[in-house]
């Protein structure tokens, strides 16, 4: 009898034993559980609090300057040559400034934006201030924005790569082969060269070719620069009167198209890693400060270079000197690949633009994706093969989309947004918006001042006091 007893505590013993052994987790599966418990909490935190966007940024600060900066950069650097011709060099520095200054400031308002209302899209920012047609507005003036931005780009493609062929080939005169046609050479870089980079999902990705590109601009600065004197000599230019322009309705177009990069901004600040206002504040600010301090130096080593006789495309301007000499054509070969690496980065901004006005409710599709992107590089080839010339597409896109990405809907969208319980209208920020009115006024009146061709201000006038007028009356 003790024998069964004592086997049957042994028996129970044990299964009160295994028992334990089964239901004491171990040190490791306990840091398991914990890990999938936060992972699960963190799962219904980001249900609850939605973020901006479906993937954690991963481009670095570098990156992100390199972005920016060839979102800024463009063929808008060889036209300051024929403003500053145009202007004098005093007068094109202070307007310079005041552009970047005004740039700088409207990056700061969309950011301060994208921080109180957890938008971080130019056209969702419309839409809060005024609904749909703000969208519309928003998206609309980007589309014509980076379109004419594009455009001028690849008409860069058309009229310099027959001339670097050339060049490389020794033709005095071309017989009509199609590898001179600049129509051919334009669709061949798009579809080899330009499409592929546009397919990718994610801007960052662009980060290593937009930092090439910038490069080739670095280049293209220093050879210019080093070239000055050489080719001022043989020419023999006399300067032309820098205190009394000509044709500077030109200039205030020029100047503000080539400092929009307020579309890729945002989706800059979308994929930036560790996303935060002053880091992205940083970025804009380098960027700026960079791309005005080149923007200046090209312009002035350009003018010096030419004086009164530099044209509208200072590249155009060299092939009177010496079109084969070697300095000059890699400068022209710098210049291509630069101006083709920014197309893709431009693009970006576009193709999200059609999307929040046409889809505004769908996920992301690889077939719509790929769709967009053809039809805007087809429409874009349209119009650099009808298009006159570059100087045509500086003013055209720069006198009504431009000012209004850089002067009005920043201001419009932070004083309609920002509610005046936490920012009064006599609060500082507020007062410093609603001075950008008589700003962009004074602006434009400086310019009209300068200004002695009748044609281009009877044109300008009524697009500017109109969208200046909304600005003022909204303020």
């Avoid at 334990?20 to 935190?45: G, K, M, N, V, Y």
Wanted: overall charge neutral; hydrophobic content about 50%.
């Amino acid at each position: 009898m003790r024998r069964t007893i004592t086997l049957a505590s042994l028996e129970l013993l044990f299964t009160v034993d295994c028992d334990r052994c089964l239901h004491t987790p171990r040190p490791e599966d306990t840091e398991a559980q914990r890990a999938e418990s936060s992972e699960f909490l963190s799962a219904i935190d980001d249900k609850k609090n939605p973020r901006f966007t479906d993937f954690e940024g991963k481009t670095s600060f570098g990156m992100s300057v390199f972005n920016l900066g060839n979102a800024i950069m463009g063929s808008g650097i060889l036209g300051l040559a024929y403003a500053m011709a145009n202007t004098g060099v005093v007068l094109f520095l202070i307007l310079l400034t005041v552009v970047a200054v005004l740039s700088s400031y409207s990056i700061h308002l969309l950011l301060k934006l994208s921080g109180i209302v957890g938008i971080r899209a130019y056209e969702q920012l419309g839409y809060r201030a005024f609904g749909t047609p703000g969208k519309m507005a928003a998206g609309i003036a980007i589309t014509l924005q980076n379109i004419g931005a594009m455009s001028s780009y690849l008409y860069i493609v058309k009229y310099e790569f027959p001339l670097v062929i050339q060049a490389f080939l020794r033709l005095d005169k071309p017989e009509g082969e199609w590898y001179m046609n600049g129509n051919y050479l334009v669709i061949i870089v798009s579809i080899l060269v330009i499409l592929p980079l546009a397919l990718m999902k994610q801007l960052g990705y662009l980060g290593y070719t937009s930092g090439f590109s910038l490069c080739c601009m670095v280049f293209f600065l220093i050879a210019v620069s080093y070239t000055m004197l050489a080719v001022a000599a043989l020419c023999q230019l006399a300067p032309c009167d820098c205190w009394v322009p000509l044709q500077t309705a030109y200039t205030i177009p020029i100047l503000a198209f080539a400092f929009v990069c307020h579309p890729e901004v945002l989706p800059i600040y979308t994929e930036l890693r560790n996303p935060t206002k002053k880091r992205m504040q940083h970025v804009s600010n380098i960027s700026i400060a960079v791309m005005y301090t080149m923007y200046f130096l090209a312009a002035l080593f350009g003018y010096l270079t030419f004086y009164g006789e530099v044209e509208a495309e200072l590249l155009h301007t060299y092939s009177r000197i010496d079109p084969y000499d070697t300095l000059i054509l890699c400068v022209r070969v710098a210049v291509l690949v630069a101006v083709t690496l920014t197309v893709p980065i431009v693009l970006f901004p576009v193709r999200r633009a059609i999307q929040q006005m046409l889809f505004p409710n769908k996920t992301f599709n690889w077939p719509r994706h790929v769709a967009i992107a053809v039809v805007l590089l087809s429409l874009i080839n349209l119009l650099v093969i009808f298009a006159p010339n570059i100087l045509g597409i500086f003013g055209i896109i720069g006198a009504t989309s431009a000012p209004c990405l850089i002067f009005i809907f920043p201001a419009v969208f932070y004083l309609r947004i920002v509610p005046n319980e936490e920012e009064p209208l006599r609060s500082p920020p507020k007062i410093m918006v609603s001075l950008r009115g008589p700003i962009t006024l004074a602006y434009l009146f400086t310019h009209w001042l300068f200004t002695s061709t009748s044609h281009w201000l009877f044109t300008s006038t009524p697009h500017w006091l109109f969208t200046s007028t909304i600005t003022l009356a909204v303020h």
